[in-house]
């Protein structure tokens, strides 16, 4: 038999793992909630129809198709094997693959929203923590499987939407104890980008393209952009907005400068100026020491978004974004229910957690999970011991009895290694007097007590 082993890009999480990510979840949660938004789960497979030509040709390369049942049917083998050309050649084929696995939390929300519209009440503000799945490279914080967590909010244009997500990237990266840059800026403005560049047409090019640059560096870049069919003229042109640097404001005055003769660039400006503005409740012209930056070179390469983007990084570390979104204001369109406007945003949980595990963020105490170890001395002992631990338990003290009757050191080794506070010990004195003796192990010091007075008093119950 082989050595057993995992799927490329996935992982195992053994206990201690599972609790610090835990740790994150019910941060997240917590500020969700406290900004009201509702808890919501989807499907981990989705209609194939449903996920594919949302996420630009690249993002439906990695899309995790799912096999139909049933193709080891000798009667579909011939027509099975022409399917398999077409999926091979890029195609779709439902003789192959009606179903894929979720790329993401956002087009699965739409389609939600798609289908329950009339039973909604907007604005209707969800959040969804679940995994998805990409056929990616897998490399350091990139995972073929993973976790994002997401808020959203639909049918709201309101810009204080865009504001209160900002506030909420914030909110919980402070809770964790994560210094951020939270990035934002605006598709219009890379619309009029495109437009400069000789029509709307250039957008997905031109923004695929700009997405990658933290990645393969500007000359890269121009690369691409000369493969994909732009002139010298209009990669410069290009090149000159990512070379746009300075202050939010210096950078907003750079972009009107720029393109601010285009209608398409005046709606992102301002737009851009009134969350900053709104995020500071401050004047404009303060000095820009924020958390909240702008980001020219923000593309956010997915199709749907339609204004402000979103893209946070963790300061002082080589990691990629630990979150992003924006606004779609006609994703649910896609599924035939048009002008339900939508923003959201999304932590990326696998990141977050290498970023805190390098930092040393976590508390100390997620390391414990049993207060208490009670000893097991033999039978009589152990059955009074059961009834002690189980009033504890009820109280919400975290107990265990030893499996087997052992030898002190054998107990007190297993009480080190799960990192247990305490041992209370009954052996037969103990178990005649009605007292127990309580072990404080990380110092040493013991006492004994009166077995009613460790309920009353030694835990405070």
């Known amino acids: 038999m082989s050595k057993p082993s995992l799927p490329q890009g996935t992982r195992d999480f053994a206990p ?3 609790r610090k990510r835990q740790y994150i979840f019910q941060t997240i949660r917590s500020v969700f909630e406290r900004h009201g938004f509702l808890p919501l789960e989807t499907p ?4 194939l129809e449903t996920l594919m030509g949302k996420y630009g040709d690249e993002g439906d390369r990695l899309i995790f198709k799912v096999l139909n049942n049933g193709l080891d049917n000798p009667a579909k083998r011939e027509q099975v094997l022409s399917d398999f050309d077409r999926v091979l050649e890029g195609k779709n084929s439902k003789g192959i693959t009606e179903r894929a696995l979720r790329y993401d939390l956002t087009i699965p929300f739409a389609r939600f929203v798609a289908m329950n519209h009339g039973t909604l009440s907007f604005p209707f503000k969800r959040y969804q923590i679940q995994p998805v799945w990409r056929a990616d490279r897998p490399q350091k914080g990139r995972y073929r499987e993973f976790y994002q967590c997401d808020a959203d909010v639909v049918g709201s244009r309101s810009i204080w939407n865009e504001v209160e997500l900002a506030h909420i990237y914030s909110t919980v990266f402070r809770e964790l104890g994560i ?7 605006h598709r219009k403005v890379l619309a009029a980008l495109a437009e400069t560049c000789g029509g709307a047409e250039w957008t997905t090019p031109i923004t695929v393209a700009i997405d990658k640059l933290d990645k393969i560096g500007l000359e890269k870049v121009k690369d691409e952009l000369r493969e994909r069919g732009l002139d010298e003229g209009q990669v410069s042109r290009i090149e000159e907005y990512l070379g746009i640097s300075g202050s939010f404001s210096e950078q907003l005055e750079a972009v009107q400068r720029l393109l601010g003769h285009l209608p398409s660039a005046q709606q992102g400006i301002f737009e851009l100026k009134s969350v900053y503005e709104l995020y500071q409740g401050e004047v404009w012209d303060q000095k820009d020491d924020s958390d909240l930056k702008i980001d ?14 979103f893209e946070v990084k963790a300061m002082n570390i080589q990691i990629g974004s630990i979150g992003g979104g924006g606004r779609y204001d006609d994703l649910t369109g896609l599924f035939g229910v048009p ?10 949980v696998d990141r977050i957690y290498d970023v805190m595990e390098e930092k040393k963020l976590f508390p100390a105490n997620l390391e414990r999970s049993t207060d208490i170890l009670f000893f097991n001395l033999g039978d009589d002992e152990s059955r009074r011991s059961f009834t002690l631990m189980q009033k504890l338990r009820s109280q919400g003290v975290s107990c ?3 499996h087997e009757k052992a030898k002190f050191d054998k107990q ?3 009480a080190e290694k799960k990192r247990i506070p305490v ?3 009954i052996g037969g004195s103990e178990l005649t007097a009605g007292t127990c003796v309580v072990r404080d192990l990380n110092t040493g010091e013991q006492r004994t007590i009166e077995q009613e007075q460790l309920l009353k008093e030694y835990f405070k119950l």
Do not use: Q
Request: glycine share 10%; net charge negative; hydrophobic share 50%.
């Open 412 to 414: 007190f080794k297993y």
């Open 296 to 309: 020219l070179t923000l593309a956010r390469g997915l199709n749907y978004y339609t204004g402000i983007i």
């Open 339 to 348: 002008d339900i406007p939508g923003v959201g945003i999304s932590f990326g």
């Open 16 to 18: 201690d793992v599972v």
């Open 400 to 402: 265990e009895l030893f």
């Open 423 to 425: 041992a209370v010990i």
């Open 179 to 185: 210094p951020v840059d939270i990035r934002i800026n």
């Open 44 to 47: 981990a497979m989705e209609n």
